[in-house]
């Protein structure tokens, strides 16, 4: 079934429905922005609905002659009410604009005469703000920041405004869809993991193996500058967990060249997790760069300034996202936030597994290398891997991630939001977290296991594992720990795992198979066993040398 | 100067997707009451995809005096 997005707005908002494909949530406009809205949205909202709120105060500014407090006190009402009823509504999901500083003043130039001036419109946002870090269920649409980004004469419309209550163009309400799309896919984990980058015209101006090391455009003057600014903001991409990667037709020993030479390139060698520099198809390259990562296809996002080449990786790769650069180069920068980031990396929060992400896996392909050098169980043995297996103080977020990211070693590839997991432990269903560490570095929170308890049956929920540090025995460990703990909390139960099969998590389908649990009765999926036999089973299937630690 | 068969061919395909019809049920001679999505909330969604798709803006007093697509279309001839 699909979900719904309740929509409560103090301006007419009917001309969303002109903007198509939205948001895969059929929208229902409660119409009205007060309490009385709010509660019609608030009785009608189910499980997994969504309420969208959006004030703008910018038009009803012109006529009106309320005071700064009574206007501030207008906005603070309707998310004071909204605030009072987050707790008792953990299941819907609530995003409400924040609003922009008024364009319309007569005072023109003694900005001094006005000291009021703001003040609502701070005081509304500052309070938004906080409650986006108190509340998960609560989000932030930066209606503010697509103001100063498109300006107000590019987004508003007087005549619409006059006619219909409705103040925006049609371009307005599009990019208002746009962004309230990202806010949505940031928080369901509907995001790319692998920005993969073309060289020349794309990274620089011209071409390094015609134009020489000298002749390529990056520098701080004219063109060269948008190259080097849009290397900048990948720059930024990358350090907030992105990793990069390079697809490119050129010879290498041109490209380590301007990596050694060129004093004006931001990104550097190290910056990029993979690098493809040969004279294949880009396709054989994609694939090959997707199998040394262990993501799939559809983790990528290509940036190619050749039409060729992007129709080429788009058709015959479909699943990588493959977006088409603006004509003119001075729009880079412009055109990579807004129709790249936003719409492939959007983020709510900035973990430290993100900033983190690249040096990890810059292990993980120094492990790969190694595991090719020497036999398998060698080469586990070497790495000396310490596992830690916790049910208390556990980071909800990282946890709340790894559900919505993992499709690979995922048993029932079950999706859950950082306020499912809370409802969950307020439940007392059992969470487990896994943390990893070998030889090579930390590689942080990578497992999960969610076991409910009904009775004598403790049913495996959730058992997942970052792609990161499969085949390594490490599932074995962890569930070994899990099934301990169970045993020591719960009793000797029958554990029962729950396998969903899905496009990608064929890799797993004969896990609890290979634990020695059996088939039920009935079902083709799921397996079983009793807690001290599973426990017996797992001992003797643990590498040697492996360190877990339960906590 | 774009003649009005012209204009038409270029205002069908805007009108039929914003008031969801086939494109052959807009002609020369369609006003509001032919069409249930052309009230006044349609006619404001039309001006704006109109905008937007064929980069025309109009005043407030021409949307609001516009009853027709015989209107419109005259409306548009004097903008090019």
């Keep these: 079934m699909r979900n719904k997005l309740y929509l409560v707005s103090n301006v007419n908002m009917k001309m969303l429905g002109n903007v198509k494909g939205f948001l895969g949530a059929d929208v229902v406009d409660v119409e009205g922005y007060d309490v009385s809205s709010l509660e019609k949205a608030l009785a009608m909202a189910v499980s997994g609905d969504i309420i969208f709120v959006h004030m703008d105060m910018m038009m009803g500014y012109v006529p009106t002659s309320m005071s700064a407090d009574a206007v501030t006190e207008n906005g603070l009402m309707v998310l004071k009410y909204v605030e009072s009823h987050l707790e008792g509504n953990k299941d819907v999901l609530f995003v409400v604009s924040n609003v922009c500083l008024p364009p319309f003043r007569v005072i023109t130039h003694c900005l001094d005469s006005d000291l009021n001036y703001g003040i609502s419109e701070n005081t509304i946002n500052r309070k938004i703000a906080m409650m986006t870090v108190m509340y998960d269920n609560f989000l932030m649409l930066d209606f503010n920041s697509l103001v100063m980004m498109y300006g107000y004469c590019g987004l508003y419309s007087a005549d619409y405004f006059y006619l219909s209550r409705s103040p925006y163009k049609q371009k307005g309400y599009e990019l208002l869809k746009s962004r309230l799309e990202s806010v949505l896919d940031a928080y369901y984990g509907r995001i790319k993991k692998v920005l993969v980058l073309d060289l020349d015209n794309t990274l620089w101006g011209g071409v390094v193996g015609e134009d020489g090391v000298d002749g390529i455009k990056l520098s701080n003057e004219g063109i060269g500058k948008a190259f080097l600014d849009f290397q900048m903001c990948i720059r930024s991409l990358r350090s907030i967990g992105v990793l990069l990667a390079i697809n490119s037709k050129n010879n290498p020993i041109d490209v380590n060249k301007v990596f050694d030479e060129h004093k004006q390139m931001a990104l550097k060698r190290d910056d990029f997790t993979v690098c493809k520099i040969n004279w294949r198809d880009k396709v054989t390259n994609m694939k090959e760069i997707a199998a040394e990562l262990g993501l799939g296809l559809d983790s990528f996002v290509f940036i190619d300034d050749s039409e060729f080449e992007r129709n080429y990786v788009g058709g015959l790769l479909p699943e990588v996202a493959v977006p088409t650069l603006p004509k003119d180069v001075a729009e880079l920068p412009f055109w990579f936030i807004n129709e790249v980031v936003y719409k492939y990396f959007p983020k709510l929060k900035i973990l430290d597994e993100d900033r983190n992400k690249a040096q990890q896996y810059s292990a993980y392909l120094e492990r790969k290398k190694l595991s090719v050098a020497v036999g398998l169980s060698e080469y586990i043995q070497s790495l000396n891997i310490a596992i830690d297996v916790y049910s208390k103080n556990l980071l909800i977020s990282r946890l709340a991630q790894l559900t919505q990211k993992t499709n690979q070693f995922n048993l029932t590839t079950k999706r859950y939001t950082e306020t499912d997991m809370v409802k969950m432990l307020d439940d007392g269903v059992a969470v487990y977290a896994m943390d990893y560490a070998d030889k090579f570095g930390k590689e942080g929170t990578v497992g999960l296991a969610i076991v409910s308890i009904q009775k004598t049956w403790a049913y495996l929920d959730t058992f997942l594992m970052s792609c990161r540090i499969i085949g390594r025995r490490v599932e074995y460990a962890f569930l070994l720990a899990v099934v301990r703990d169970i045993i020591h909390r719960f009793g000797n139960m029958t554990i029962v795992g729950l396998y969903n099969p899905t496009e990608k998590n064929v890799l797993v389908k004969d896990f609890y198979s290979s634990c020695g649990m059996h088939l039920m009765n009935d079902s083709a999926t799921d397996y079983e066993l009793q807690a001290d036999k599973l426990m017996e089973n797992l001992v003797g299937m643990l590498p040697t040398g492996m360190v877990v630690r339960e906590k | ?80």
């Design chain 2, 1 to 80: 100067m774009k003649s009005t068969q012209e204009i038409l061919d270029m205002l069908r395909p805007v009108l039929a997707e914003v008031f969801g019809v086939e494109k052959s049920t807009i002609t020369m001679n369609t006003v509001p009451k032919d069409i249930e999505a052309w009230d006044s909330m349609g006619h404001i969604k039309m001006f704006a995809a109109i905008e937007l798709e064929l980069g025309i803006n109009f005043g407030i007093m021409e949307i609001s005096e516009c009853e027709s697509v015989a209107d419109l279309i005259k409306l548009m001839k004097e903008k090019k």
